[in-house]
C-alpha cells in the first residue's frame, strides 16, 4: 500500500491556506447570492417597488412601508429617510437605521447632463415650496436634492415631474447614477465634441432598464467634450473625454475605474478611442463587465475600482473587446491640460454670439422659491435653458448681450453671484448631519458661516492680489467623501474630537493638496494627510486663515496651493 500523499503542512512546515473565497462575479462565481442585499436584489428588484409606494404606501404612510423596501428598494427611486433632527454625530455610528432615520425622505431629482428648462425649474421649485419645506440643494453631481418628503405626497411628485420630462428613477440605489454632463454641451465656443446626443441615447435606453437596475455597487458615468474636462472624470467608473483624434476626428478617451468614499482611487485610461457613434456601446460595455465581474459578496469592495485595481487598465480593455463590444477600439491620444476652469463661473460667450453666465450660491443651498424666481428672471430676458453643474453651480444659458449687466445684478439679490469671492467659488459641501444619517457633523453652515468670516478676515490678501486664482474648499460630514475631500487643496472630513474635558467636540480631519486636471494641474492627484492634523469645527476659520497666510508668504512665484501644500514641512501645515 503506497504511502499516502503528504500535505501542505507536512511539506512545507506551515498550516495550508484556506480556498480563495469567491467575489461574487457573476461570469466567475455564478449568481447564488453571497449576503443579504443581493438576496433582496434577486428576490424583487429595485424597481418593482414603485408600485407598492403608489398603491400602498402612499395611502397607508410612513409606517406602512417593509423595511426591505424602506431602507433598500426606496432608493431605486431617489427616496432617503433622512435623519431624524436632534440626534448628535456621536450616535451615528451606534443607533441602528430605524433610530436614526425620521418619517420623512429626501428626494433626488435626476438631471442628465444638468439639463433643465425654466419650466421644468418652476416644476421643481413649486414641489419644493408645497411638498419640501421650501429646501432645495445642488449637488455636486447635478442633481437637486428635496428634503422633507412624506411618501403620501410622492406619486404626486412623480406625475408632477415626469409631466415635465425629468424623473427620480435610479437617481439612488445599485444603478447607474445620474450621467454628469458638461453644463456648457452644445453652447460653449471652444467645444470639442457636443456630448448631448450620447447622453440621450444611454439614458433614454437604459436608465429603467432591468439589464442594469442590479449592479454590485452604485455605477458613476461621466461625460464631456469641452476642453476644460469639467466632469470630474477621473473619480468616476465610466468617464468619456473629448479628444480630437489624429486620423478619426473628434471623439472621447475612455476612463473607467475612479472612486473616492474611505478608499479613494482615480479611474485610469484605457488608451483607446471612442467614436462618436459607439458611446453608448461603450458605456453597455463597461456597464455589463461591471455587472457581470464585479465583486458582490462585500459591500465595501463591490465598486468598479477594486475589479480594475486587480486587472489592470490592459486586461479591462481586452476583457471590454473580446467579451462586450462588436469590434475593438483604436488607439486614441490623451486629452490636453485644461484651457480653462471647469466651474465655469462668470460670463462667457456661446458660440452663436449670445452668452452664458455661471452663478454660485453659497454650498449649492438655494430653495424652492428662488428656483421659481430664477426662472421668472431668466425667461423674462428671453432666456429658457439653463444647467446644473459638478461643483454645486448654475449655469444660465442664452442671454442677449444687452441683458447681461442687469441680470447680473438681479442675480446678486437672489444670492446667486456670477462675481463671487474666492471661497463662496471654491466651496463646496455634502448635506451633513442637518439631513443624512450617515453624517457626524454640520456642513452647509459650518461652510458658509466660514466663507463669510474668509472674506472678512483675508480681504487684505484679496485686495492686494496675493490670494489664488483658484481653491478649493470642500467639507464633508464623515469619511464617505460625497463632497470630494481628497480632490480638494483643503479637504475637511468631519469626525469627533476630544473638547480636552473629557467629551468631545465636531471636527475635522484634513487632507491638503489634492486635485483633478485643472487649468494650473496637468495631472490629478489626491490629498496628502499630516498625522495628527485635525481640526474643530469652532477652530476651522482660525486654521484655513493661518494656513493661506503660511502660503501667501512661502510660495515660489507662481507656485500653487497645491504644490505647496505637498511641499511644505509639516509644521507649515498645522
Same mark, same amino acid.
Given at each position: 500500500? =503506497?504511502?499516502?500523499?503528504?500535505?501542505?503542512?507536512?511539506?512545507?512546515?506551515?498550516?495550508?491556506?484556506?480556498?480563495?473565497?469567491?467575489?461574487?462575479?457573476?461570469?466567475?462565481?455564478?449568481?447564488?447570492? *453571497?449576503?443579504?442585499?443581493?438576496?433582496?436584489?434577486?428576490?424583487?428588484?429595485?424597481?418593482?417597488?414603485?408600485?407598492?409606494?403608489? !398603491?400602498?404606501?402612499?395611502?397607508?404612510?410612513?409606517? =406602512?412601508?417593509?423595511?426591505?423596501?424602506?431602507?433598500?428598494?426606496?432608493?431605486?427611486?431617489? *427616496?432617503?429617510?433622512?435623519?431624524?433632527?436632534?440626534?448628535?454625530?456621536?450616535?451615528?455610528?451606534?443607533?441602528?437605521?430605524?433610530?436614526?432615520?425620521?418619517?420623512?425622505?429626501?428626494?433626488?431629482?435626476?438631471?442628465?447632463?444638468?439639463?433643465?428648462?425654466?419650466?421644468?425649474?418652476?416644476?421643481?421649485?413649486?414641489?419644493?415650496?408645497?411638498?419640501?419645506?421650501?429646501?432645495?440643494?445642488?449637488?455636486?453631481?447635478?442633481?437637486?436634492?428635496?428634503?422633507?418628503?412624506?411618501?403620501?405626497?410622492?406619486?404626486?411628485?412623480?406625475?408632477?415631474?415626469?409631466?415635465?420630462?425629468?424623473?427620480?428613477?435610479?437617481?439612488?440605489?445599485?444603478?447607474?447614477?445620474?450621467?454628469?454632463?458638461?453644463?456648457?454641451?452644445?453652447?460653449?465656443?471652444?467645444?470639442?465634441?457636443?456630448?448631448?446626443?450620447?447622453?440621450?441615447?444611454?439614458?433614454?435606453?437604459?436608465?429603467?432598464?432591468? =439589464?442594469? /437596475? %442590479?449592479?454590485?455597487?452604485?455605477?458613476?458615468?461621466?461625460?464631456?467634450?469641452?476642453?476644460?474636462?469639467?466632469?470630474?472624470?477621473?473619480? %468616476?467608473?465610466?468617464?468619456?473625454?473629448?479628444?480630437?483624434?489624429?486620423?478619426?476626428?473628434?471623439?472621447?478617451?475612455?476612463?473607467?475605474?475612479?472612486?473616492? &468614499?474611505?478608499?479613494?482611487?482615480?479611474?485610469?485610461?484605457?488608451?483607446?478611442?471612442?467614436?462618436?457613434?459607439?458611446?453608448?456601446?461603450?458605456?453597455?460595455?463597461?456597464?455589463?463587465?461591471?455587472?457581470?465581474?464585479?465583486?458582490?459578496?462585500?459591500?465595501?469592495?463591490?465598486? *468598479?475600482?477594486?475589479?480594475?485595481?486587480?486587472?489592470?487598465?490592459?486586461?479591462?480593455?481586452?476583457?471590454?473587446?473580446?467579451?462586450?463590444?462588436?469590434?475593438?477600439?483604436?488607439?486614441?491620444?490623451?486629452?490636453?491640460?485644461?484651457?480653462?476652469?471647469?466651474?465655469?463661473?462668470?460670463?462667457?460667450?456661446?458660440?452663436?454670439?449670445?452668452?452664458?453666465?455661471?452663478?454660485?450660491?453659497?454650498?449649492?443651498?438655494?430653495?424652492? &422659491?428662488?428656483?421659481?424666481?430664477? /426662472?421668472?428672471?431668466?425667461?423674462?430676458?428671453? &432666456?429658457?435653458?439653463?444647467?446644473?453643474?459638478?461643483?454645486?453651480?448654475?449655469?444660465?444659458?442664452?442671454?442677449?448681450?444687452?441683458?447681461?449687466?442687469?441680470?447680473?445684478?438681479?442675480?446678486?439679490?437672489?444670492?446667486?453671484?456670477?462675481?463671487? =469671492?474666492?471661497?463662496?467659488?471654491?466651496?463646496?459641501?455634502?448635506?451633513?448631519?442637518?439631513?443624512?444619517?450617515?453624517?457626524?457633523?454640520?456642513?452647509?453652515?459650518?461652510?458658509?458661516?466660514?466663507?463669510?468670516?474668509?472674506?472678512?478676515?483675508?480681504?487684505?490678501?484679496?485686495?492686494?492680489?496675493?490670494?489664488?486664482?483658484?481653491?478649493?474648499?470642500?467639507? %464633508?460630514?464623515?469619511?464617505?467623501?460625497?463632497?470630494?475631500?481628497?480632490?480638494?487643496?483643503?479637504?475637511?472630513?468631519? !469626525?469627533?474630537?476630544?473638547?480636552?474635558?473629557?467629551? !468631545?467636540?465636531?471636527?475635522?480631519?484634513?487632507?491638503?493638496?489634492?486635485?483633478?486636471?485643472?487649468?494650473?494641474?496637468?495631472?490629478?492627484?489626491?490629498?496628502?494627510?499630516?498625522?495628527?492634523?485635525?481640526?474643530?469645527?469652532?477652530?476651522?476659520?482660525?486654521?484655513?486663515?493661518?494656513?493661506?497666510?503660511?502660503?501667501?508668504?512661502?510660495?515660489?512665484?507662481?507656485?500653487?496651493?497645491?504644490?505647496?501644500?505637498?511641499?511644505?514641512?509639516?509644521?507649515?501645515?498645522?
Amino acid at each position: 500500500m =503506497s504511502a499516502p500523499a503528504a500535505s501542505a503542512e507536512t511539506r512545507t512546515g506551515r498550516p495550508s491556506r484556506p480556498p480563495t473565497k469567491p467575489h461574487g462575479q457573476w461570469k466567475v462565481d455564478g449568481t447564488e447570492p *453571497l449576503n443579504g442585499n443581493e438576496e433582496w436584489k434577486q428576490q424583487d428588484g429595485g424597481l418593482n417597488v414603485r408600485q407598492r409606494i403608489e !398603491q400602498i404606501y402612499a395611502k397607508g404612510g410612513f409606517d =406602512s412601508i417593509e423595511a426591505t423596501d424602506l431602507h433598500g428598494r426606496f432608493r431605486w427611486w431617489g *427616496l432617503y429617510t433622512q435623519r431624524r433632527p436632534g440626534i448628535d454625530g456621536g450616535k451615528t455610528a451606534t443607533l441602528e437605521p430605524h433610530e436614526l432615520e425620521d418619517k420623512y425622505f429626501m428626494l433626488r431629482v435626476r438631471i442628465d447632463g444638468g439639463v433643465l428648462s425654466t419650466d421644468q425649474l418652476r416644476v421643481i421649485g413649486g414641489i419644493s415650496t408645497e411638498f419640501a419645506r421650501d429646501t432645495a440643494d445642488l449637488t455636486d453631481r447635478q442633481n437637486i436634492q428635496l428634503h422633507w418628503i412624506r411618501v403620501e405626497d410622492v406619486p404626486e411628485i412623480w406625475n408632477r415631474l415626469e409631466a415635465a420630462g425629468l424623473s427620480t428613477t435610479e437617481a439612488c440605489g445599485d444603478v447607474p447614477r445620474v450621467i454628469l454632463g458638461s453644463p456648457v454641451a452644445g453652447i460653449a465656443a471652444d467645444e470639442i465634441i457636443d456630448p448631448t446626443p450620447a447622453i440621450r441615447e444611454i439614458a433614454e435606453r437604459y436608465i429603467g432598464d432591468e =439589464s442594469f /437596475a %442590479n449592479l454590485p455597487r452604485k455605477y458613476k458615468t461621466a461625460i464631456t467634450g469641452h476642453p476644460s474636462q469639467d466632469v470630474v472624470h477621473e473619480i %468616476n467608473d465610466f468617464a468619456l473625454v473629448g479628444v480630437v483624434h489624429p486620423e478619426f476626428g473628434p471623439g472621447y478617451d475612455l476612463w473607467v475605474g475612479g472612486g473616492l &468614499s474611505t478608499n479613494p482611487r482615480l479611474a485610469e485610461r484605457l488608451g483607446v478611442f471612442v467614436p462618436p457613434e459607439r458611446t453608448a456601446e461603450v458605456w453597455v460595455g463597461v456597464t455589463s463587465i461591471f455587472r457581470d465581474y464585479g465583486y458582490r459578496r462585500l459591500r465595501n469592495k463591490a465598486r *468598479l475600482k477594486y475589479l480594475l485595481a486587480d486587472w489592470g487598465p490592459e486586461k479591462f480593455r481586452a476583457v471590454l473587446e473580446e467579451e462586450y463590444l462588436s469590434a475593438p477600439l483604436p488607439d486614441g491620444p490623451a486629452a490636453h491640460k485644461p484651457t480653462s476652469p471647469g466651474d465655469h463661473v462668470g460670463v462667457h460667450r456661446q458660440k452663436d454670439g449670445r452668452f452664458y453666465l455661471g452663478v454660485t450660491p453659497v454650498v449649492g443651498r438655494v430653495s424652492g &422659491s428662488t428656483l421659481v424666481q430664477l /426662472a421668472d428672471l431668466l425667461e423674462a430676458r428671453g &432666456s429658457y435653458r439653463l444647467r446644473t453643474t459638478p461643483h454645486q453651480k448654475l449655469v444660465l444659458l442664452d442671454i442677449a448681450e444687452e441683458h447681461v449687466a442687469e441680470l447680473r445684478a438681479e442675480l446678486d439679490r437672489l444670492g446667486l453671484s456670477s462675481a463671487p =469671492s474666492l471661497f463662496r467659488r471654491g466651496t463646496i459641501a455634502c448635506t451633513g448631519i442637518e439631513f443624512c444619517k450617515l453624517a457626524i457633523v454640520d456642513t452647509k453652515t459650518t461652510a458658509a458661516a466660514a466663507i463669510t468670516e474668509l472674506e472678512t478676515r483675508l480681504k487684505d490678501l484679496a485686495d492686494s492680489g496675493e490670494l489664488p486664482q483658484q481653491l478649493s474648499l470642500n467639507i %464633508n460630514g464623515c469619511p464617505n467623501s460625497c463632497a470630494r475631500i481628497q480632490t480638494a487643496d483643503i479637504g475637511l472630513k468631519g !469626525q469627533l474630537l476630544p473638547d480636552g474635558n473629557g467629551g !468631545q467636540t465636531p471636527g475635522f480631519q484634513v487632507h491638503l493638496g489634492g486635485g483633478l486636471a485643472a487649468v494650473d494641474r496637468a495631472e490629478p492627484g489626491l490629498g496628502r494627510t499630516v498625522r495628527g492634523l485635525k481640526v474643530t469645527a469652532d477652530g476651522l476659520v482660525d486654521y484655513v486663515e493661518r494656513l493661506i497666510r503660511q502660503y501667501t508668504a512661502a510660495k515660489h512665484d507662481d507656485e500653487t496651493f497645491a504644490q505647496w501644500a505637498h511641499r511644505a514641512e509639516e509644521g507649515a501645515l498645522k
